[in-house]
């Protein structure tokens, strides 16, 4: 079975490949930032269980089942995804974690301390692509015991003009590149909003909509990429103490999405 999947309309392309959306074209241009470039070294991925650094909490994360080690954004993306469907306008993916299951942390040991990480509950974790149109829809179903801590942060990187003259709209908010660059590694919160519009140049604007996300984080240091990311909640400047106090629980299903549109 070929590891990349590919969606397609009249109009529109869309790459896959193992789970990460690696390519979104329109009328033959590119949308999605692409790996190998300079800056981030993926096109998307995922926040899960939880948000931010945990580093300054000593990796632990305090929950009901017990302590947790897990390292920044959390352990999903340690794990593989495995396709569930595919047809010429959807895929689906789903991956699986059994609670304490010791995973290997890939950033051990040049920018961690901790070599496994682990999390007391079991969840399934689906991501499914629909292309309708000029629109790409992304949907995350997350399933687990009722009342399990979490929080999910969605991290794809746009390509960009490499001109620094980007901006981006959100409620009524005009925010530029160097409003991003100023947030630093902090990223730039943009707080209860589920619509964002990125203004190019030389292409198409995007709109970016979000259900059950109601936050974004934008990040970059580099003129040619730019993560805009839904997130269930922004912990940079806080003093979060990744305890399930601090989190969302889990309804023990629960869905989010993401529609990015071609405007």
Not at 83 to 109: G, R
Not at 116 to 143: A, C, G, M, S, Y
Not at 242 to 250: A, D, G, R, T, V
């Amino acid at each position: 079975m070929s590891s990349v999947e590919i969606l397609k309309n009249k109009d529109c392309k869309v790459i896959i490949e193992k789970g990460e959306l690696i390519s979104f074209q329109h009328n033959n241009n590119e949308y999605i930032h692409q790996k190998g470039n300079k800056g981030w070294r993926n096109s998307d991925d995922e926040m899960f269980p939880v948000i931010g650094p945990t580093a300054k909490n000593n990796f632990i994360v305090h929950t009901k089942n017990g302590d947790a080690i897990l390292d920044q954004h959390g352990l999903l993306r340690e794990l593989e995804y495995s396709l569930v469907s595919f047809d010429k306008n959807s895929a689906k993916f789903i991956k699986k974690y059994k609670k304490n299951t010791q995973i290997a942390n890939s950033k051990f040991p040049e920018k961690s301390s901790e070599e496994k990480l682990f999390w007391p509950f079991d969840f399934t974790f689906q991501k499914n692509f629909t292309l309708e149109r000029d629109v790409l829809n992304i949907e995350f179903i997350i399933e687990s015991e009722k009342g399990m801590p979490f929080m999910l942060g969605y991290h794809p990187a746009f390509l960009l003009s490499d001109s620094g003259e980007e901006t981006l709209e959100s409620n009524g908010v005009e925010i530029t590149l160097t409003d991003v660059y100023k947030a630093g590694s902090n990223a730039c919160p943009v707080l209860n909003s589920n619509k964002i519009i990125l203004k190019n140049i030389h292409r198409k604007d995007l709109e970016i909509t979000t259900k059950g996300f109601d936050n974004f984080m934008l990040w970059t240091e580099v003129d040619n990429m730019l993560c805009i990311e839904p997130i269930t909640q922004y912990t940079s400047y806080t003093d979060q103490k990744f305890s399930e106090k601090n989190m969302s629980l889990s309804d023990g299903k629960n869905i989010f999405s993401v529609a990015i549109k071609i405007l």
